[in-house]
């Protein structure tokens, strides 16, 4: 016979949320139209990190994405810029704020500039977090795109190195080399 006036469970199963990550180290060089130009799509999918997969338990739960890539682009690094994607069976949905008035870029994040006169030998990074709201309990898979700005100066396109930095010969000592990394964590 117990004293108190509830019952004090015996065992308590806690349930570690679904978690899920990309992490690469690969140096791979992407060439990007300028937001805008023709042929479009102007985004081009960073493959390495693409395709993460998630199942939430829960219709309820949030997915809480972390995005940290490195590289640098080889010209207006200001300009750089990610946007994220999600699909879920054959449904695909840009998680930018689309439609964007007065032709402006979407996107999910900025590249940071660390020395804005050197475009060939100094690392940028891409770093941000978002909360996404997906209500189902169906996979879900994660793409990232790298998208440009440049056509009001007349830039039609941009080449981003990934992990790395433009720059590959001369001394080691001062050439980045990076691990650019994307996770998924379910909340709630």
């Given at each position: 016979m117990?004293?108190?006036p509830?019952?004090i469970?015996?065992r ?8 899920s990550?990309k992490?690469?180290?690969?140096n791979?060089v ?8 023709d042929?479009?799509p102007n985004e ?5 990190l ?10 309820s739960?949030?997915v809480l994405?972390?995005?940290?890539v ?10 750089g810029s ?9 449904t695909?949905?840009?998680l930018?704020?689309r439609p964007?008035p007065?032709?402006r870029?979407?996107?999910n994040g ?12 100094t690392i940028?990074?891409c770093?941000?977090?978002?909360v ?7 996979q879900i898979?994660?793409k990232?795109?790298l998208?440009?700005?440049g056509?009001a100066d007349g830039l039609p396109s941009a080449?981003f ?5 433009q720059n590959?010969?001369?001394?080691t000592d001062i050439?980045?080399?990076?691990i650019?990394?994307?996770t998924a964590?379910?909340?709630?």
């Open positions: 117990s004293d108190f509830f019952s469970p015996r308590v199963d806690t349930q570690t949320p679904p978690f990550h992490q690469s180290e690969a791979t992407y060439n990007v139209n300028a937001w805008g130009t042929p479009g081009v999918e960073l493959t390495e693409s395709g993460l997969t998630i199942t939430p338990t829960s219709s739960q949030k994405l972390q995005v940290s490195l590289g640098e682009w080889d010209n207006r690094p200001n300009d990610i946007s994220l994607k999600r699909i879920v069976g054959s695909e949905t840009w930018d704020p964007v007065d032709n870029i979407p996107l900025m590249f940071t500039i660390s020395f804005q006169g050197d475009t060939n030998s940028e990074s770093q941000f977090i978002f996404d709201t997906p209500t189902t309990t169906a898979t994660y990232i795109y998208k440009v700005a056509i080449v190195h990934f992990n790395k930095n590959t010969g001369g001394t050439y980045e080399r990076g650019s990394t994307f964590e379910c909340k709630g």
